[in-house]
């Protein structure tokens, strides 16, 4: 069982920034995706990226305002949020896809899953 351990959330207002880590040893082995719950609300996606750093996907309500980078040799992801808006509002979950090569945007796709960092935007 991997182990996963998001960093970097918290409050911001509304149009602020904040940059979400997440750390796993072998992160270079592993699809990596980034994944969102609000209150109340199912666990969706937010963005993924394969193992080389290639190629990333986006849920459509982020495109053009958050990116993600990894950094295999540091074992780490990223989560780059800009222009944040109050719906964004959520605890931000970092998940590893092992054997595939391929971005996958269903939750069902990943097998493990960090303990979650909250993410709060005041408008």
């Known amino acids: 069982q991997e182990r996963l351990i998001e960093s970097g959330g918290g409050l911001v207002q509304a149009g602020g920034s904040l940059r979400l880590s997440c750390t796993t040893s072998?992160?270079?082995?592993?699809?990596m995706g980034w994944f969102r719950q609000a209150p109340g609300g199912e666990r969706e996606f937010v963005a993924a990226?394969?193992?080389?750093?290639?190629?990333?996907a986006f849920a459509d309500s982020v495109k053009g305002r958050f990116t993600i980078s990894r950094e295999n040799a540091k074992n780490a992801v990223y989560l780059q949020m800009n222009s944040l808006k109050p719906e964004d509002t959520a605890i931000y979950y970092c998940?590893?896809?092992?054997?595939?090569?391929?971005?996958?945007?269903?939750?069902?796709?990943?097998?493990?899953w960090g303990q979650g960092t909250q993410v709060t935007v005041s408008s």
């Open positions: 998940a590893a896809r092992p054997y595939f090569l391929i971005i996958d945007k269903s939750r069902f796709a990943y097998d493990y």
């Open positions: 990226i394969d193992r080389s750093g290639g190629t990333t």
């Open positions: 072998e992160i270079g082995n592993y699809v």
